[in-house]
T-cell receptor, first 113, second 117 residues
Framework: EAGVVQSPRYKIIEKKQPVAFWCNPISGHNTLYWYLQNLGQGPELLIRYENEEAVDDSQLPKDRFSAERLKGVDSTLKIQPAELGDSAVYLC???????????FGPGTRLLVL | AQTVTQSQPEMSVQEAETVTLSCTYDTSENNYYLFWYKQPPSRQMILVIRQEAYKQQNATENRFSVNFQKAAKSFSLKISDSQLGDTAMYFCAFMKHKQNSGYALNFGKGTSLLVTP
C-alpha cells in the first residue's frame, strides 16, 4: 500500500509570507497527526485528527498556525505569517483508529529567510 | 506529562558488531506503548520495534531487540550484526494507551548512530 504522502518536500520563503503543507494519509487511516521537528530534536505534536475532528490541538500556535482535514482524508497545515523560528521539518503521520503504530511521511523541510 | 530521555547524543559501532542505545522515560501511567523509530538522512521516520508495557517479554525484530525494564522505566535498543544501512538517528518514543483512540508520540531527542566499515 502507498505510504503517507506529503508535499512539497522543500519550501523556502521569506518571513511574513504564508505557506501551506499538504498531507495524504495511508488509505483507511482515520487518525492523522502533524508534528514539528526542529533541528537536532525529536518531533513534537502540533495537532491530531480523528477523522475530520481536531481532538488535540493544544500545542498548535493558533495565532499563526491553522489546520484542516476536510472529509476526514487529506489535511493541510498553514502558517501565516511565517517567522524565522518556523524553519523546521513538518511531519505528517497516520494510524488506523485505535491502533498504536503511526506511519510517517517524508516531511516538508521549511526554510524561512 | 511524559518525558523521554536519550542520554547518548552520538554513538558509533563497527560493521557486524553489536550496539545498545539507551532510553529512559518518566510516567505515572500503567498502560502504555514504547517505540524505537529510525530516521535515516532521507528523513523518513521508520518504525523499528514496539513494546506493550503489559507484556513482560522483550520484543524482537530480526537484528533488533529491546530490554524493557518497567520498574526502572528503561527501554534500551540492541542492534546486533550492525550494517552500514543502520546509520541513522534513532528516536525512543512513548505513547499512552487508550482504547479506540490514538495518542501522540512523545519522543526523546534522539541518538545519532554511525556504523563504520
Amino acid at each position: 500500500e502507498a505510504g503517507v504522502v506529503q508535499s512539497p518536500r522543500y519550501k523556502i520563503i521569506e518571513k511574513k509570507q504564508p505557506v501551506a503543507f499538504w498531507c495524504n494519509p495511508i488509505s483507511g487511516h482515520n487518525t492523522l497527526y502533524w508534528y514539528l521537528q526542529n533541528l537536532g530534536q525529536g518531533p513534537e505534536l502540533l495537532i491530531r485528527y480523528e477523522n475530520e475532528e481536531a481532538v488535540d490541538d493544544s500545542q498548535l500556535p493558533k495565532d499563526r498556525f491553522s489546520a484542516e482535514r476536510l472529509k476526514g482524508v487529506d489535511s493541510t497545515l498553514k502558517i501565516q505569517p511565517a517567522e524565522l523560528g518556523d524553519s523546521a521539518v513538518y511531519l505528517c503521520a497516520s494510524s488506523r483508529q485505535g491502533r498504536e503504530t503511526q506511519y510517517f511521511g517524508p516531511g516538508t523541510r521549511l526554510l524561512v529567510l | 506529562a511524559q518525558t523521554v530521555t536519550q542520554s547518548q547524543p552520538e554513538m558509533s559501532v563497527q560493521e557486524a558488531e553489536t550496539v545498545t542505545l539507551s532510553c529512559t522515560y518518566d510516567t505515572s501511567e500503567n498502560n502504555y506503548y514504547l517505540f524505537w523509530y529510525k530516521q535515516p538522512p532521507s528523513r523518513q521516520m521508520i518504525l523499528v520495534i514496539r513494546q506493550e508495557a503489559y507484556k513482560q517479554q522483550n520484543a524482537t525484530e530480526n537484528r533488533f531487540s529491546v530490554n524493557f525494564q518497567k520498574a526502572a522505566k528503561s527501554f534500551s535498543l540492541k542492534i546486533s550484526d550492525s550494517q552500514l544501512g543502520d546509520t541513522a538517528m534513532y528516536f525512543c518514543a512513548f505513547m499512552k494507551h487508550k482504547q479506540n483512540s490514538g495518542y501522540a508520540l512523545n519522543f526523546g531527542k534522539g541518538t545519532s548512530l554511525l556504523v563504520t566499515p
